[in-house]
Protein backbone atom coordinates (compact mmCIF):
# COMPACT_ATOMS: atom_id res chain seq x y z
CA UNK A 1 0.00 0.00 0.00
CA UNK A 2 1.56 3.77 -1.20
CA UNK A 3 1.53 6.58 1.08
CA UNK A 4 -1.55 7.72 -0.90
CA UNK A 5 -3.32 4.95 -0.16
CA UNK A 6 -2.46 4.72 3.30
CA UNK A 7 -3.51 8.15 3.83
CA UNK A 8 -7.07 7.74 2.54
CA UNK A 9 -7.65 4.96 4.45
CA UNK A 10 -6.48 6.93 7.61
CA UNK A 11 -8.30 10.23 6.60
CA UNK A 12 -11.63 7.98 5.65
CA UNK A 13 -11.32 5.78 8.66
CA UNK A 14 -10.88 9.05 11.21
CA UNK A 15 -13.22 10.90 9.32
CA UNK A 16 -15.99 8.12 9.78
CA UNK A 17 -14.91 7.89 13.47
CA UNK A 18 -15.43 11.63 14.75
CA UNK A 19 -18.83 11.74 12.56
CA UNK A 20 -20.26 8.84 14.11
CA UNK A 21 -19.16 10.57 17.70
CA UNK A 22 -20.27 13.70 16.72
CA UNK A 23 -23.48 12.35 15.51
CA UNK A 24 -24.32 10.36 18.53
CA UNK A 25 -23.62 13.20 20.20
CA UNK A 26 -26.34 14.71 18.34
CA UNK A 27 -28.76 12.51 18.62
CA UNK A 28 -28.79 13.01 22.53
CA UNK A 29 -29.51 16.57 22.42
CA UNK A 30 -32.45 18.47 21.66
CA UNK A 31 -30.65 20.24 19.06
CA UNK A 32 -29.61 17.17 17.19
CA UNK A 33 -33.49 16.55 16.04
CA UNK A 34 -33.23 20.01 14.28
CA UNK A 35 -30.89 21.43 12.97
CA UNK A 36 -28.28 19.06 13.09
CA UNK A 37 -30.92 15.95 11.85
CA UNK A 38 -29.55 15.77 8.49
CA UNK A 39 -25.86 14.95 10.18
CA UNK A 40 -27.12 12.42 12.47
CA UNK A 41 -28.28 10.94 9.13
CA UNK A 42 -25.50 11.25 6.81
CA UNK A 43 -23.18 9.53 9.40
CA UNK A 44 -25.60 6.54 10.27
CA UNK A 45 -25.86 6.05 6.36
CA UNK A 46 -22.18 6.46 6.38
CA UNK A 47 -21.88 3.72 9.23
CA UNK A 48 -24.13 1.06 7.21
CA UNK A 49 -22.21 1.53 3.79
CA UNK A 50 -18.83 1.01 6.07
CA UNK A 51 -20.42 -1.80 8.22
CA UNK A 52 -23.11 -3.88 5.82
CA UNK A 53 -22.53 -3.04 2.20
CA UNK A 54 -21.54 -5.67 0.11
CA UNK A 55 -18.06 -5.65 -0.34
CA UNK A 56 -15.64 -3.05 1.62
CA UNK A 57 -16.34 0.38 0.08
CA UNK A 58 -14.00 2.94 -1.19
CA UNK A 59 -14.53 5.10 1.45
CA UNK A 60 -12.43 8.05 -0.77
CA UNK A 61 -14.72 8.02 -3.34
CA UNK A 62 -17.83 7.32 -1.39
CA UNK A 63 -16.73 10.85 0.77
CA UNK A 64 -16.00 13.03 -2.43
CA UNK A 65 -19.27 11.25 -3.93
CA UNK A 66 -21.71 12.48 -1.26
CA UNK A 67 -19.45 16.08 -0.86
CA UNK A 68 -20.05 16.77 -4.69
CA UNK A 69 -24.04 15.83 -4.65
CA UNK A 70 -24.19 17.99 -1.55
CA UNK A 71 -22.88 21.09 -3.22
CA UNK A 72 -24.28 20.27 -7.00
CA UNK A 73 -27.99 19.83 -5.28
CA UNK A 74 -27.33 23.65 -4.04
CA UNK A 75 -27.65 25.19 -7.64
CA UNK A 76 -26.77 24.53 -11.06
CA UNK A 77 -23.53 26.32 -10.84
CA UNK A 78 -21.82 25.38 -7.59
CA UNK A 79 -19.33 23.05 -7.79
CA UNK A 80 -16.76 20.67 -5.42
CA UNK A 81 -13.35 19.98 -7.13
CA UNK A 82 -10.79 17.66 -5.60
CA UNK A 83 -7.40 18.91 -5.28
CA UNK A 84 -6.19 16.77 -8.68
CA UNK A 85 -9.27 18.98 -10.20
CA UNK A 86 -9.09 22.29 -9.08
CA UNK A 87 -5.28 22.05 -10.54
CA UNK A 88 -7.15 21.31 -14.08
CA UNK A 89 -9.37 24.00 -13.23
CA UNK A 90 -6.97 26.76 -12.67
CA UNK A 91 -4.45 26.00 -15.51
CA UNK A 92 -7.47 25.88 -17.76
CA UNK A 93 -8.25 29.31 -16.57
CA UNK A 94 -4.78 30.34 -18.69
CA UNK A 95 -6.10 29.07 -21.72
CA UNK A 96 -7.66 31.51 -24.81
CA UNK A 97 -11.17 30.70 -23.79
CA UNK A 98 -10.88 31.38 -20.15
CA UNK A 99 -11.73 27.77 -19.20
CA UNK A 100 -15.17 28.25 -20.23
CA UNK A 101 -15.01 25.66 -23.04
CA UNK A 102 -16.06 28.02 -25.43
CA UNK A 103 -12.86 26.80 -27.88
CA UNK A 104 -15.41 23.82 -28.99
CA UNK A 105 -17.95 26.34 -29.47
CA UNK A 106 -20.20 25.24 -27.16
CA UNK A 107 -22.26 26.80 -24.63
CA UNK A 108 -22.68 24.18 -21.79
CA UNK A 109 -24.52 23.63 -18.20
CA UNK A 110 -25.05 21.51 -16.58
CA UNK A 111 -28.60 19.79 -15.42
CA UNK A 112 -28.55 19.24 -11.62
CA UNK A 113 -26.88 15.75 -11.04
CA UNK A 114 -27.17 14.92 -14.60
CA UNK A 115 -25.84 15.48 -17.75
CA UNK A 116 -24.78 18.53 -19.70
CA UNK A 117 -27.50 20.58 -21.78
CA UNK A 118 -25.83 22.29 -25.33
CA UNK A 119 -27.30 25.77 -24.52
CA UNK A 120 -26.25 27.90 -27.68
CA UNK A 121 -23.04 27.05 -30.83
CA UNK A 122 -21.27 29.56 -32.01
CA UNK A 123 -22.30 29.55 -35.62
CA UNK A 124 -19.36 27.96 -37.70
CA UNK A 125 -17.47 26.82 -34.35
CA UNK A 126 -15.84 22.96 -34.23
CA UNK A 127 -19.31 21.75 -32.87
CA UNK A 128 -21.26 23.79 -35.41
CA UNK A 129 -19.32 22.12 -38.27
CA UNK A 130 -19.36 18.53 -36.77
CA UNK A 131 -23.11 19.06 -36.63
CA UNK A 132 -24.13 19.17 -32.70
CA UNK A 133 -27.03 21.52 -32.15
CA UNK A 134 -28.39 23.61 -29.25
CA UNK A 135 -30.48 21.31 -27.14
CA UNK A 136 -28.24 18.02 -27.30
CA UNK A 137 -26.78 16.93 -24.38
CA UNK A 138 -23.15 15.95 -23.86
CA UNK A 139 -23.27 12.38 -22.19
CA UNK A 140 -19.21 11.95 -21.77
CA UNK A 141 -16.28 13.88 -22.19
CA UNK A 142 -13.33 12.37 -23.50
CA UNK A 143 -14.81 8.65 -22.15
CA UNK A 144 -15.64 10.01 -19.01
CA UNK A 145 -19.33 10.72 -17.88
CA UNK A 146 -20.06 14.15 -17.44
CA UNK A 147 -22.84 12.91 -14.96
CA UNK A 148 -19.42 12.33 -12.59
CA UNK A 149 -18.22 15.96 -13.51
CA UNK A 150 -18.37 18.99 -11.33
CA UNK A 151 -19.76 21.96 -13.38
CA UNK A 152 -16.60 24.03 -13.05
CA UNK A 153 -14.79 20.90 -13.90
CA UNK A 154 -16.61 20.10 -16.58
CA UNK A 155 -16.16 23.42 -18.75
CA UNK A 156 -12.59 23.00 -17.65
CA UNK A 157 -11.89 19.80 -19.53
CA UNK A 158 -14.01 20.94 -22.78
CA UNK A 159 -11.21 23.93 -22.76
CA UNK A 160 -8.21 23.42 -24.27
CA UNK A 161 -5.26 25.27 -26.77
CA UNK A 162 -6.33 25.72 -30.47
CA UNK A 163 -5.42 22.47 -32.38
CA UNK A 164 -5.87 20.27 -29.35
CA UNK A 165 -8.71 17.67 -30.01
CA UNK A 166 -11.75 16.27 -27.12
CA UNK A 167 -13.83 13.78 -27.95
CA UNK A 168 -17.65 14.11 -27.00
CA UNK A 169 -20.51 11.41 -26.74
CA UNK A 170 -23.48 13.04 -27.52
CA UNK A 171 -27.00 12.33 -27.58
CA UNK A 172 -28.63 14.39 -29.94
CA UNK A 173 -31.89 15.90 -29.71
CA UNK A 174 -33.75 14.35 -32.45
CA UNK A 175 -32.42 10.73 -32.29
CA UNK A 176 -31.60 10.98 -28.08
CA UNK A 177 -32.08 6.94 -28.36
CA UNK A 178 -28.85 6.90 -30.75
CA UNK A 179 -25.51 8.86 -28.89
CA UNK A 180 -22.97 10.09 -31.42
CA UNK A 181 -19.10 10.47 -31.05
CA UNK A 182 -18.06 13.31 -32.34
CA UNK A 183 -13.84 14.29 -32.44
CA UNK A 184 -13.70 17.90 -31.79
CA UNK A 185 -10.46 20.24 -32.85
CA UNK A 186 -10.56 23.31 -30.47
CA UNK A 187 -9.80 26.97 -32.06
CA UNK A 188 -9.43 30.40 -31.43
CA UNK A 189 -13.69 30.70 -31.86
CA UNK A 190 -14.86 34.30 -33.10
CA UNK A 191 -17.93 34.92 -31.22
CA UNK A 192 -21.25 36.26 -33.56
CA UNK A 193 -22.05 39.94 -33.93
CA UNK A 194 -25.25 41.82 -33.60
CA UNK A 195 -27.35 41.83 -36.18
CA UNK A 196 -30.45 43.79 -37.18
CA UNK A 197 -32.88 44.70 -39.80
CA UNK A 198 -35.96 46.41 -40.71
CA UNK A 199 -39.40 44.93 -40.79
CA UNK A 200 -42.81 45.74 -42.50
CA UNK A 201 -45.40 47.26 -40.37
CA UNK A 202 -42.42 49.82 -39.02
CA UNK A 203 -40.72 47.14 -36.87
CA UNK A 204 -36.80 46.64 -36.13
CA UNK A 205 -35.36 43.39 -35.48
CA UNK A 206 -32.22 43.47 -33.30
CA UNK A 207 -30.54 39.65 -32.73
CA UNK A 208 -28.05 39.38 -30.03
CA UNK A 209 -26.51 35.87 -29.08
CA UNK A 210 -23.71 36.91 -26.94
CA UNK A 211 -24.04 39.80 -24.14
CA UNK A 212 -20.54 41.15 -23.42
CA UNK A 213 -19.69 44.80 -23.31
CA UNK A 214 -18.66 44.89 -27.30
CA UNK A 215 -21.93 43.36 -28.42
CA UNK A 216 -24.03 45.36 -25.96
CA UNK A 217 -22.92 48.84 -27.42
CA UNK A 218 -22.98 47.11 -30.73
CA UNK A 219 -26.89 46.64 -29.37
CA UNK A 220 -26.82 50.62 -28.98
CA UNK A 221 -25.51 51.53 -32.26
CA UNK A 222 -27.88 49.48 -33.86
CA UNK A 223 -30.86 50.86 -32.08
CA UNK A 224 -30.01 54.55 -33.06
CA UNK A 225 -29.47 52.89 -37.00
CA UNK A 226 -32.99 51.59 -36.77
CA UNK A 227 -34.64 54.93 -35.24
CA UNK A 228 -32.76 56.97 -38.44
CA UNK A 229 -34.94 54.59 -40.39
CA UNK A 230 -37.97 55.43 -39.20
CA UNK A 231 -38.83 52.26 -37.17
CA UNK A 232 -41.83 52.82 -35.09
CA UNK A 233 -41.60 49.72 -32.85
CA UNK A 234 -38.89 47.25 -31.75
CA UNK A 235 -37.87 43.84 -31.50
CA UNK A 236 -34.95 42.51 -29.05
CA UNK A 237 -34.24 38.56 -29.71
CA UNK A 238 -32.01 36.93 -26.84
CA UNK A 239 -33.00 33.11 -28.00
CA UNK A 240 -30.10 31.14 -26.68
CA UNK A 241 -28.24 33.90 -25.35
CA UNK A 242 -26.56 31.90 -22.51
CA UNK A 243 -23.23 33.64 -22.68
CA UNK A 244 -22.49 37.01 -20.94
CA UNK A 245 -22.79 38.64 -17.58
CA UNK A 246 -25.18 39.70 -15.43
CA UNK A 247 -23.59 43.92 -15.60
CA UNK A 248 -24.06 43.56 -19.17
CA UNK A 249 -27.82 42.43 -18.99
CA UNK A 250 -28.50 45.56 -16.67
CA UNK A 251 -26.70 47.65 -19.01
CA UNK A 252 -28.51 46.16 -21.60
CA UNK A 253 -32.18 46.77 -19.76
CA UNK A 254 -30.82 50.19 -18.93
CA UNK A 255 -31.32 51.10 -23.00
CA UNK A 256 -34.19 51.06 -22.67
CA UNK A 257 -35.75 51.68 -18.81
CA UNK A 258 -35.62 55.37 -17.64
CA UNK A 259 -36.56 54.57 -14.25
CA UNK A 260 -37.05 51.92 -11.92
CA UNK A 261 -35.53 49.28 -9.76
CA UNK A 262 -33.87 46.60 -12.19
CA UNK A 263 -32.83 43.73 -10.16
CA UNK A 264 -30.95 43.31 -7.03
CA UNK A 265 -28.21 40.71 -5.71
CA UNK A 266 -28.16 39.19 -2.06
CA UNK A 267 -26.90 36.03 -0.51
CA UNK A 268 -26.77 35.09 3.53
CA UNK A 269 -23.61 36.95 4.06
CA UNK A 270 -23.04 39.18 1.38
CA UNK A 271 -24.96 42.62 1.80
CA UNK A 272 -27.89 43.25 -0.74
CA UNK A 273 -27.33 45.59 -3.50
CA UNK A 274 -29.94 47.00 -5.70
CA UNK A 275 -29.75 48.11 -9.18
CA UNK A 276 -31.84 50.94 -10.54
CA UNK A 277 -32.23 52.33 -14.23
CA UNK A 278 -29.99 55.73 -14.99
CA UNK A 279 -32.42 57.82 -17.33
CA UNK A 280 -28.53 59.01 -18.38
CA UNK A 281 -28.40 55.60 -19.95
CA UNK A 282 -31.56 55.38 -21.85
CA UNK A 283 -31.19 55.09 -25.77
CA UNK A 284 -34.77 54.81 -26.76
CA UNK A 285 -38.65 54.98 -25.86
CA UNK A 286 -40.68 53.35 -28.72
CA UNK A 287 -42.81 49.92 -28.02
CA UNK A 288 -40.18 46.99 -27.51
CA UNK A 289 -40.75 42.74 -26.99
CA UNK A 290 -37.93 40.85 -26.55
CA UNK A 291 -37.81 37.26 -27.65
CA UNK A 292 -36.58 34.09 -25.34
CA UNK A 293 -36.32 30.45 -25.43
CA UNK A 294 -35.45 27.93 -22.67
CA UNK A 295 -31.61 28.23 -23.60
CA UNK A 296 -32.03 32.24 -22.62
CA UNK A 297 -29.63 32.30 -19.57
CA UNK A 298 -27.73 34.94 -17.04
CA UNK A 299 -27.28 38.44 -17.94
CA UNK A 300 -30.30 37.89 -20.76
CA UNK A 301 -32.94 36.91 -18.50
CA UNK A 302 -32.20 39.80 -15.81
CA UNK A 303 -32.78 42.18 -19.12
CA UNK A 304 -36.01 40.13 -20.16
CA UNK A 305 -37.43 40.26 -16.36
CA UNK A 306 -36.80 43.80 -15.97
CA UNK A 307 -38.89 44.94 -19.23
CA UNK A 308 -41.71 43.03 -17.93
CA UNK A 309 -41.31 43.86 -14.29
CA UNK A 310 -41.40 47.91 -14.81
CA UNK A 311 -43.72 47.71 -17.00
CA UNK A 312 -41.68 48.83 -20.23
CA UNK A 313 -42.59 46.33 -22.14
CA UNK A 314 -43.31 42.57 -23.05
CA UNK A 315 -41.48 39.11 -23.91
CA UNK A 316 -42.57 36.49 -26.22
CA UNK A 317 -41.31 32.91 -25.97
CA UNK A 318 -40.87 30.23 -23.26
CA UNK A 319 -39.54 30.36 -19.97
CA UNK A 320 -35.61 31.20 -19.66
CA UNK A 321 -33.09 28.92 -18.28
CA UNK A 322 -32.54 30.50 -14.50
CA UNK A 323 -29.22 30.92 -14.01
CA UNK A 324 -27.78 33.99 -12.32
CA UNK A 325 -25.89 33.99 -9.48
CA UNK A 326 -22.51 35.58 -7.79
CA UNK A 327 -20.08 32.88 -6.90
CA UNK A 328 -16.81 32.76 -5.01
CA UNK A 329 -13.90 30.06 -5.11
CA UNK A 330 -13.10 28.56 -1.50
CA UNK A 331 -9.65 26.99 -1.18
CA UNK A 332 -10.00 24.28 1.38
CA UNK A 333 -6.88 22.71 3.23
CA UNK A 334 -6.36 19.63 1.34
CA UNK A 335 -5.90 21.56 -2.13
CA UNK A 336 -9.77 20.86 -3.43
CA UNK A 337 -11.73 24.17 -3.70
CA UNK A 338 -15.52 25.18 -3.38
CA UNK A 339 -17.25 27.07 -6.06
CA UNK A 340 -20.19 28.33 -4.39
CA UNK A 341 -22.93 30.76 -5.44
CA UNK A 342 -22.63 33.38 -2.30
CA UNK A 343 -25.58 35.13 -3.72
CA UNK A 344 -28.29 35.47 -6.24
CA UNK A 345 -29.90 37.59 -8.70
CA UNK A 346 -33.74 38.78 -7.72
CA UNK A 347 -36.36 40.45 -9.68
CA UNK A 348 -37.37 43.66 -9.03
CA UNK A 349 -40.74 41.11 -7.68
CA UNK A 350 -38.37 39.40 -4.76
CA UNK A 351 -38.23 36.03 -6.95
CA UNK A 352 -34.42 34.62 -7.63
CA UNK A 353 -33.88 34.09 -11.63
CA UNK A 354 -32.30 30.96 -10.49
CA UNK A 355 -35.82 29.49 -8.55
CA UNK A 356 -37.52 29.69 -12.29
CA UNK A 357 -36.74 31.68 -14.44
CA UNK A 358 -38.71 34.55 -16.37
CA UNK A 359 -41.68 33.40 -17.48
CA UNK A 360 -42.74 35.27 -20.73
CA UNK A 361 -45.93 37.49 -20.53
CA UNK A 362 -46.82 36.05 -23.95
CA UNK A 363 -45.59 32.35 -24.37
CA UNK A 364 -45.55 30.97 -27.34
CA UNK A 365 -47.93 27.68 -27.76
CA UNK A 366 -46.73 24.18 -27.09
CA UNK A 367 -48.26 22.85 -30.56
CA UNK A 368 -46.19 25.94 -32.12
CA UNK A 369 -43.14 25.25 -30.85
CA UNK A 370 -43.50 21.72 -31.49
CA UNK A 371 -44.45 21.90 -34.90
CA UNK A 372 -41.31 24.37 -35.54
CA UNK A 373 -39.15 22.19 -33.78
CA UNK A 374 -40.32 19.14 -36.11
CA UNK A 375 -39.53 21.56 -39.31
CA UNK A 376 -36.04 22.40 -38.27
CA UNK A 377 -35.09 18.26 -37.23
CA UNK A 378 -36.71 17.94 -41.16
CA UNK A 379 -34.27 21.10 -42.31
CA UNK A 380 -31.30 18.87 -40.40
CA UNK A 381 -31.83 15.89 -42.29
CA UNK A 382 -32.19 16.80 -45.73
CA UNK A 383 -29.16 19.04 -45.56
CA UNK A 384 -26.75 18.15 -42.23
CA UNK A 385 -24.84 21.34 -42.50
CA UNK A 386 -28.10 23.43 -41.33
CA UNK A 387 -28.15 25.02 -37.76
CA UNK A 388 -31.23 24.99 -36.20
CA UNK A 389 -31.32 29.04 -36.09
CA UNK A 390 -32.25 28.70 -39.90
CA UNK A 391 -36.10 29.51 -39.87
CA UNK A 392 -35.11 31.98 -37.46
CA UNK A 393 -36.14 35.51 -38.39
CA UNK A 394 -38.65 34.39 -40.90
CA UNK A 395 -42.18 36.04 -39.81
CA UNK A 396 -43.74 33.22 -42.05
CA UNK A 397 -42.14 30.51 -40.24
CA UNK A 398 -40.81 31.54 -37.18
CA UNK A 399 -43.51 31.22 -34.48
CA UNK A 400 -41.43 33.01 -31.78
CA UNK A 401 -40.55 35.96 -34.11
CA UNK A 402 -44.74 35.80 -35.11
CA UNK A 403 -45.70 36.02 -31.75
CA UNK A 404 -43.54 39.48 -31.06
CA UNK A 405 -44.63 41.02 -33.74
CA UNK A 406 -48.73 39.96 -33.12
CA UNK A 407 -48.07 41.72 -29.51
CA UNK A 408 -46.52 44.86 -31.06
CA UNK A 409 -49.82 45.34 -33.74
CA UNK A 410 -52.04 44.69 -30.68
CA UNK A 411 -50.48 47.31 -28.89
CA UNK A 412 -51.00 49.60 -31.64
CA UNK A 413 -54.32 49.15 -32.18
CA UNK A 414 -55.75 49.11 -28.51
CA UNK A 415 -55.10 52.83 -28.20
CA UNK A 416 -57.40 53.22 -31.51
CA UNK A 417 -59.96 51.36 -30.36
CA UNK A 418 -60.27 53.41 -27.33
CA UNK A 419 -60.24 56.58 -29.11
CA UNK A 420 -62.71 55.43 -31.49
Known amino acids: MNARAKFVVVFASTLLTVMLVIGALMGKSKEGEGAYRPLQVYTEVLARIKGDYVEEP ?4 VTRGAIQGLVEYLDPLSSYLTAEQYQVFEKS ?8 GLSTGLVVFKQRLS ?5 YVVPDSPADKAGIRKGDLIEAIDGVSTRSMAPAYMQSVLSGIPGSRVRLLV ?3 RQPDEPEEYAVVRVKVTLPSVTSKKLGDGIGYIDLDVLDSERVHQVAAAIKSLESAEIGKLIL ?4 NALGNPEQGLLLADYFIRKGKLASLKGQRHPEEIFIAKADNTLTNLPVVFITDRATAGGAEIAAAAILDTGRGKVAGERTYGLAAYQKTISLEDGSALILSVAKYHRSTGDAFQDGGVEPSDPVSAS ?3 RYRLSEMELIEVQSDTAPEALEGDPDKDPYLKKAIEILKTSEEEPAKKAA
Do not use: H, S
Not at 237 to 240: A, E, F, I, P
Open 368 to 370: ELR
Open 58 to 61: NMDK
Open 171 to 173: RPA
Open 115 to 119: YTQIL
Open 93 to 100: RGNEDLGT
Open 237 to 240: DLRG
